[in-house]
């Protein structure tokens, strides 16, 4: 450790890359400290329980789950996966969307997907390869407000297939919660600072100075994980300015994704884990998913437009919406059986300010620049690092155990040092 430094290592931001990263470093003899800003773990890892039930109000789905890393965590934790198709692609009884529809608005977006990549837009703007007038391109406009949390025209092309090539088809579920998995997998005895924000990092001497409101961090080493709302807005600022990174985090904003939950009386009589959307021919609409994994409520998912419209009426409206979208479909008598539990509103929450990041058109690299480490003292790590698992939980964990093993090998250069772990 530098002389004048109280800590080897210190990690902003406990989420699933700090977490990530405080895996990979524990248990070397590094003096390490995790902090976050929030009076909680997790970041946009979030479970919550509605009495004996969890539901998670920011990750819920292991995608990509054959290699995804919290997977293998998990098991190892003891929680509980569930890898049953959560059936995405088929409405439920083609409820307000029929068959024919079903098969043509899927064949439209899958052509909309082979021309971005065959032919892609000069521009590198996903809403350029629309077919004009496509009575598919308001459902095309809904996929991308779940998929990149905005609309077309604010998406990368190029960003859009790296993430698309990378991805499969396997999207698991924990029964425990998603976000109860990764704050379960903190490593004991590692310290943490918890409503902590650090304001500024000032690294012009030889130690690394984290300014908060309750005094100076002295660190050799700092790997930042916050999200990138904060890193554009300044609300966490560098000394000397790394306007490079404030420029790369602004070019990858994060879209908007909100939740809401709604309890279901005698839910026997509903079908458990059947997927509707709630009008296809909206850009501003709900995905529902009735009873997930057998719990007796819905899971109403937002993005884009329709989650800033969300969070705009607040929790009550947001329910009252979700319940009229799902009466149109199920029928006048599901609305005395379904009753608000409450939800997210993501924009709202002081230092995430939105949900996952997607690059502005033609600044696809951008993620590249964001994770560079400066002079091999100051690491970047997070969702928007990923070159093509961003806006993911596992992405971040990727993200997070990288700049842990970057940062490792500028403080045990030597060959006969431990090899980092898998995980
Ligand atoms: C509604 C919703 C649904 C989602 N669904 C999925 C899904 O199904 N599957 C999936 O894989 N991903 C999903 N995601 C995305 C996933 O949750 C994120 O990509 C991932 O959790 C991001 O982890 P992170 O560590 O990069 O960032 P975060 O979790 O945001 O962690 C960063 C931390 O930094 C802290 N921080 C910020 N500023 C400061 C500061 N100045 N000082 C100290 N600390 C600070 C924050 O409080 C936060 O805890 C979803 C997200 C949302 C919101």
Redesign the pocket.
Known sequence: MDSDADHDVVI???????IGAARTLAGRGLKLLL????DRI????HSIRFGDWAVD?????L?SAERNGWAAIGEGLGFTIDRSDPGWDRQYRDLGFPAEDQREAGAAFDAFVARLRADPPASDRAADALLPGSPWNAYAEALSAYINGTDLAQVSVRDYLAYDAAASEANWRVREGYGALIGAALPEGIAVRLG????TIDHGGPVIRLETDAGTIRAARVIV???TS?LASG??AFRPALDDRREAAAALPLGL???VFLAVDRPGEVPCDVHLIGNPHSAETGSYQLQPMGLPLVEGFFGGRAAAMIERIGQAGAAAFAIEELAALLGNDIRDRLTPLGG?A?AATR??EG??SHAMPGMADRRAALAAPVDDRIFFA??ACSASDF??????LDTGIAAARAALATLLPSPFSPPPPDR
């Open positions: 902003v931001g406990a989420g699933a890359a700090g902090v976050d800003a929030l997790g970041g946009r890892a109000l920011g990750c819920g789905y995608h902590c924000p650090v304001t994980t916050v999200p904060v609300a966490l994704a909100d939740k997210s993501w230092w995430i949900s996952y997070g969702e806006s993911t939980a596992h992405g971040a």
